[in-house]
């Protein structure tokens, strides 16, 4: 099949790209939609929902789908959305928006800011935000919906649009799998994506061939030892020394035994141990991300994890009854997203002669987590792949960073405040554009 994918875009490529009429029409139609999608996004940014809660978003797009005449069903992976719309013989294209907001107070000043409260999975009370642009997202994808349903003379096949949940904790991908996905609806040719950057200016496009995002794996150590009173520390095991003896020999798994040009992250992100001074406490717990790109440097950094708590603790003199406990929070792997070089270079080509080669780019790829990763790998023999950048930076407080050496507001941060309107219509028209593309009349 994937050599049938490749002659279908070879095809595409040598048919050439949309012509300059045609970026002009879609590009002004949005032009003409964007305060009703402005609209949209104030009221998805002040009303955020968390992973698996997003009753609410799902229930409002879910709406304006059916309204434009897609097939709806709902609560698939527990509050995702798939939206089908059947248009003659071609192949399926599937446009994917993520939908939950992470439990962030938020403090950009906007007067349509999040009051939104909540309860986060661990357990703690928080409030709500859309700090990584999945507002952006879902309005952006409500633009191309849009347009794809009211231009249904310029392409064929069949599109399959999905809105998902729980993006934020690396489940909502995996859950719509499970539910069906490719089994009760169209399964897709091509997946296509878009996230909003807070790297570069607003409306510029960003692309990653081959490993855009990495691999993502959440680490529990719990060090265990013999407590006591800190004024006789012979009487004990300290956990404390040991795990902070396992943290600096952990560097060398990236130092010394990954090759330098193979990227890995090793972060201990806690480290938490006792409750007195004088008390040598009986454990320690230490909390790590682990990132890496390939499936075989992620295999060695977890292997090398696992060797040097334990080496440390027989150095230390731990009995075997008392050796360190390494956990991976296997349902929470996020595997590494990767583009695929046919599907990227034929888009990439369009957005170039669509947006101009002073708006796209190809940017390297970066140690972040997305599980759109998961459509790609349920069947890397017949699937294509791309997510791509969004430039979220307003143009005057990027010069501004730039000329000052200021850092900017990140991804996740309580101040990201992205040029909307930017984001919006630029992704709108990029998946809108890519669709027909890939879907030719």
Known sequence: MRKLLAVSLSALISGGLSHPAEADTLREAIVQDMPSLMELYRDLHAN?????????????????????????????????????????????????????????????????????????????????????????????????????????????????????????????????????????????????????AAQFPAGMIGYSSGYALANVDSVDITVKGVGGHGAYPQTTKDPILLASRIVTSLQQLVSREVDPQDAAVVTVGSFHAGAKHNIIPDEAKLLLTVRSYSDETRKK?????????????????????????????EDEFTPATYNTAELTALLADMFIERFGPKRVMQTPPVMGGEDFSQYYRADKENIESLIFWVGGVPQAQFDAAKKSGKSLPSLHSPFWAPDAEKVISTGAEALAASAMQLMPK
């Open 48 to 196: 955020p929902e968390l992973s698996f809660q997003e009753f609410r978003t799902a229930a409002k797009l879910a709406a304006e789908a059916r309204s434009l005449g897609f097939e709806v069903t709902e609560k698939v992976g527990q509050t995702g959305v798939v939206a089908v719309m059947k248009n003659g013989k071609g192949p399926v294209v599937m446009l994917r928006a993520d939908m939950d907001g992470l439990p962030v107070d938020e403090q950009t000043g906007l007067p349509f800011a999040s009051k939104a409260r909540g309860t986060s999975k661990a357990g703690v009370e928080t409030g709500i935000m859309h700090a990584c642009g999945h507002d952006t997202h879902m309005a952006g994808w409500v633009g191309a919906a849009r347009q794809l349903a009211a231009n249904k003379d310029k392409w064929s096949g069949t599109l399959v649009m999905i809105l998902q949940p729980a993006e934020e904790i690396g489940a909502g991908a995996k859950a719509m799998l499970n539910d069906g996905l490719y089994s009760r609806f169209p399964k897709p040719d091509y997946v296509i994506g878009f996230h909003d």
């Open 301 to 329: 950094l977890l292997d090398g994890i696992r060797r040097i708590a334990k080496g440390e603790a027989i150095a230390a003199g731990v009995p075997e009854d008392l050796m360190p406990v390494v956990s991976i929070a």
